[in-house]
């Protein structure tokens, strides 16, 4: 991961991390292999770098974090969930602009 804003989550840390975090949790499901993943990695960093302070954002590796991902039923990759208060407020699958996850954590945040 390329930022210092980005956290890296697993299934040991998501609990403390995202669930229990005081503010809201962007996390994005992904994995190595995965081509839409990898583009859609910088814009989950622009994200990052645009909250940092005021949301927790990060990825999660599906292959080496398989309860979490079975838990939140994520069946394609990539897929991004917006946290809460430890509740998911919004998902979202496939390729998406940064406006998308922006507007989400902006009503997240109000």
């Known amino acids: 991961m390329a930022s210092d ?3 890296e989550f697993t299934d040991a840390n998501f609990q403390s991390e995202a669930l229990d975090a005081q503010v809201p949790v962007l ?6 292999w995965c081509q839409p993943c990898r583009m859609l990695a910088p814009t989950i960093e622009q994200v990052a770098t645009k909250y940092d302070g005021k949301v927790k954002v990060g990825k999660l590796d599906v292959d080496g974090n398989r309860e979490t991902a079975l838990k939140y039923s994520i069946q394609s990759i990539p897929t991004v969930v ?3 208060d430890g509740e998911v407020v919004n998902k979202f699958v ?7 996850f922006s507007n989400a954590i902006d009503a997240a945040l109000a």
């Open 82 to 84: 917006l946290i809460k």
């Open 5 to 7: 804003a980005m956290i």
């Open 94 to 100: 496939g390729l998406q602009g940064e406006d998308v």
């Open 27 to 32: 996390v994005d499901f992904w994995a190595e």
